[in-house]
């Protein structure tokens, strides 16, 4: 190993030879030094100001006090106070005369999209369309109301929430369990359902059934089977089925009956957030508008059960 | 640098043989060669001057053009609008979407610097480069306070005195104050140039206005002022690409040996005429370099190719009465032959050639290419996202319903009256998150604001009875009288047909 000038360039080789390949040592700049020097001091003071060092329990502080987590939670309490005229507005509007403040429903569905995404999509699923037992939130077909208030009304209040008052009630009777009709009244009004829906062309079966609708069913479903929203009754004609249309859904639904149970989201969550979750599921495609019955508030109370 | 070393650098400067091997003695870090460069006058010295007044005032006055572009568009010639995403330049306006305008661009001042390298060697590096032309502006500033080449020299070695002190108080405040209008300038790029200087003096332009300056004024002062050649030696990358950018028919800023040496003075030369070359080692081209190189070595890393030792070695020839050109813009293939004694090719013969007219062509064609694609671009577009989930919602009329976000982008700075149609689906429906199912229909009318993008939630509805996936186009059209539409090919879904 021996170093030597390399003639063109005046510089000294490191020494090495690889196949008669030298390498030139040329010296790095003085000023080069310098600013590594001066890396190193800015290094002295990053670990005095910031958190640096680390230690069993956790790292040195830093004199400036600054931690990740306090950022974080200084931006959470920026967003916060950006969101509170928005959220107050909301909290002062009544929830039927928010489509006419098109910059507040948007904020409105925006802040119920993800609301959604923590306390709806479990049953719900990530694209509100449910599942068996689970309404689909995106379609036309509401057991209870699809206008903004009775959306809010479902949320505030749940359904069959025992307990609650005010909240959504209905109880299908289980007309095989109980023994209110037996096996071939239950197979005859599946029959009729099922041609009144479209699925079947109707037969004698179906013709006996309907007899049995209009004595045992009509009352909650109606006289026309389009469903009774009071009652939460669904209707029966239309191709959405919340428990299955076939023949064996159907049997088993008459025969047992079924409580679909929502949580009563007004203990759980405040009423900016329902406000929003309802805008949210309303923009889904299926929302209907809001009709005002009567100035009379009495009279608004008739939405429930 | 010790002694040994300085022993090692003169006796390679002359081209002796040295085979020393200096065990440990060499230090790792090279001290920097202190770089005085002389005043000097010729024709490039000129040029160089017309081409620092020009990049100069480019550099300060663009910002300030106006270009009037009606009321929803600011009114600045040249304008990089980071907040809203826009681009301007004179007539032409660039949303993020045409980056590939910018990229085009960055191509072409690729391309074009191998055009200019392959012809004229490091002509960037010697003339237009931000480095060379702020450096060589510090450096006249330098000569007015400090005085030419030899009263700088003794300046820097005299002691820190009060006229020294003072000297370097007034120098570095002058350089200061160009390295502030110098960063004061970039950010007027950047937002509208007269308000944002009213801000700035006021105290009231945006942090990031007042960080951008700070930092320029810094790199400026500190690069232009100080740093200098260790920039161009050290720090930029260029002078080793450029290595593989020339070849033996570039023009490169040339010593002529075979003429120059063996160097001796003229009353050497006059003593024995016909022992010495013409140069007479003045040291004028090695007072003179901005990089402190000596020429006379050959093609070096150091070498910008600013060409003020031609200047200077010209000045001198006239002076002792030689032929001007011992230093000159040669080709290694001209050099080659001029040493036979053959003529040189012509000029023409070394700037047209295969290599250049390729890179010319490359770069002449991504230039028509990029003019053509806008001059015809659409400034319409519609673009359709079909939601997928849910893919599809069972309504209860027996219909389906599918729902789309559509984003239409308006990109003239005017509102403009929008319809959206469907075709190749038959009786279907749409209808916006605007509207209702009762009001819909096979059209959407909307309003697009100037030079924005609207988006649009769609909700179709179709016969349940059909094919399980079905082809949909979308159409934007403005209904006003300059026209233009654009459409966009998706799908309607409907549900898995159970048997």
Same mark, same amino acid.
């Given at each position: 190993m021996t170093k030597r000038i390399d003639e063109p360039t005046? =510089?000294? =080789?490191?020494g090495h030879e690889w196949d008669g390949i030298e390498e030139l040592d040329t010296p790095m700049p003085r000023w080069w030094l310098w600013t590594f020097y001066a890396t190193i001091v800015f290094s002295i003071g990053y670990v005095i100001l910031y958190p640096a060092l680390p230690g069993i329990t956790g790292a040195t502080a830093g004199t400036l006090g600054w931690s990740s987590r306090g950022q974080l939670a200084e931006e959470m309490q920026a967003e916060t106070n950006r969101r509170a005229p928005m959220l107050e507005a909301l909290s002062r509007i009544p929830i039927e005369r928010l489509p006419e403040d098109s910059r507040l429903m948007r904020a409105a569905v925006e802040g119920g999209r993800s609301a959604f995404k923590v306390s709806c999509v479990q049953c719900h699923g990530s694209g509100a369309s449910g599942l068996k037992g689970y309404p689909n939130l995106n379609d036309d077909d509401w057991l209870w109301g699809g206008d903004l208030k009775a959306i809010e009304y479902t949320l505030t209040n749940g359904i069959r929430q025992p307990g609650h008052e005010g909240t959504r009630m209905s109880l299908m009777p289980a007309f095989g369990r109980d023994g209110i009709l037996d096996d071939r009244a239950i197979a005859d009004v599946v029959s009729y359902v099922r041609t009144?829906?479209?699925?079947?062309? #109707?037969?004698?079966?179906?013709?006996?059934?309907? #007899?049995?609708?209009? =004595?045992?069913?009509a009352v909650c479903h109606g006289p026309d089977a389009k469903g009774k929203r009071e009652f939460g009754a669904p209707n029966l004609s239309d191709p959405i089925w919340l428990y299955g249309g076939d023949r064996a859904a159907l049997t088993a639904t008459v025969t047992n009956s079924r409580y679909g149970v929502m949580p009563a989201w007004g203990g759980r969550l405040d009423p900016v957030t329902i406000k929003m979750l309802a805008a949210y599921v309303h923009s889904l495609g299926g929302g209907e508008d809001f009709v005002a019955v009567a100035a009379d508030p009495e009279v608004e109370v008739d939405e429930r059960p | 640098m010790n002694a040994p070393e300085q022993d090692v650098g003169k006796s390679t400067a002359r081209g002796e043989i040295a085979q020393h091997v200096l065990a440990d003695k060499r230090s790792l870090y090279e001290k920097?060669?202190?770089?005085?460069?002389?005043?000097?006058?010729?024709?490039? +010295? +000129?040029?160089?001057?017309?081409?620092?007044?020009v990049t100069l005032a480019i550099y300060y006055v663009t910002p300030w053009l106006r270009w009037d572009r009606g009321v929803y568009a600011p009114d600045q010639a040249v304008l990089i609008d980071l907040a809203n995403r826009r681009f301007y330049m004179f007539a032409i306006e660039i949303w993020p979407h045409e980056f590939y305008y910018v990229a085009g661009l960055l191509v072409m001042a690729g391309i074009g610097l191998f055009l200019v390298t392959s012809v004229f060697g490091r002509a960037w590096c010697g003339y237009a480069c931000p480095q060379t032309v702020w450096t060589d502006l510090f450096q006249h500033i330098e000569r007015f306070i400090d005085g030419d080449h030899n009263a700088q020299v003794r300046l820097a070695k005299a002691s820190w005195g009060p006229a020294k002190i003072a000297r370097r108080l007034v120098k570095w405040s002058i350089w200061l104050m160009i390295a502030v209008a110098t960063g004061g300038a970039w950010i007027f790029y950047f937002a509208d140039a007269p308000t944002l200087a009213r801000q700035f003096f006021a105290g009231e332009a945006p942090l990031v206005a007042y960080t951008t300056v700070a930092i320029l004024t810094a790199t400026t002062f500190i690069l232009g002022g100080f740093l200098r050649e260790q920039f161009c030696i050290y720090m930029c990358p260029w002078p080793r690409i450029q290595a593989a950018m020339m070849d033996e028919r570039s023009a490169l800023v040339t010593y002529k040996t075979w003429r120059g040496e063996p160097r001796g003075s003229v009353k050497q030369a006059n003593k024995d005429p016909g022992v010495f070359g013409d140069c007479i080692d003045c040291l004028q081209c090695v007072n003179v370099c901005p990089t402190g190189i000596d020429i006379r070595e050959g093609t070096q890393v150091g070498c910008i190719t600013c060409a003020l030792c031609i200047d200077a070695c010209n000045k001198v020839m006239d002076q002792v009465g030689r032929p001007r050109g011992l230093i000159d813009y040669v080709t290694y293939e001209d050099a080659a032959r001029e040493q036979k004694g053959e003529a040189p090719r012509s000029a023409w013969r070394n700037v047209l050639r295969p290599r250049t007219l390729l890179y010319f062509a490359g770069w002449g064609a991504i230039g028509v290419a990029m003019l053509f694609m806008l001059g015809t671009r659409n400034h319409l577009d519609i673009s359709v996202l079909h939601d997928r989930n849910p893919a599809f919602v069972q309504l209860s009329d027996g219909s389906v319903r599918n729902n789309y976000t559509l984003k239409i +982008?308006?990109?003239?700075t005017r509102p403009r009256r929008l319809e959206v149609t469907l075709s190749q689906i038959d009786n279907a429906v749409i209808w916006s998150d605007n509207g209702s199912r009762e009001q819909a229909s096979q059209r959407i009318l909307t309003t697009a604001p100037p030079d924005s993008v609207v988006r649009l939630r769609v909700f179709m509805a179709a016969p349940g009875d059909g094919p399980e996936f079905e082809d949909v186009t979308f159409t934007v059209r403005a209904l006003d009288e300059a026209g233009g539409s654009d459409s966009e090919h998706t799908r309607f879904e409907r549900p898995e047909v159970t048997p």
């Open positions: 005046g =510089t000294e =080789t490191v009144i829906s479209g699925q079947d062309e #109707a037969n004698a079966s179906a013709r006996r059934g309907a #007899a049995v609708f209009a =004595t045992n069913c | 920097r060669k202190p770089v005085f460069p002389q005043a000097v006058d010729g024709f490039y +010295r +000129r040029l160089k001057w017309v081409i620092m007044a +982008r308006n990109m003239q």
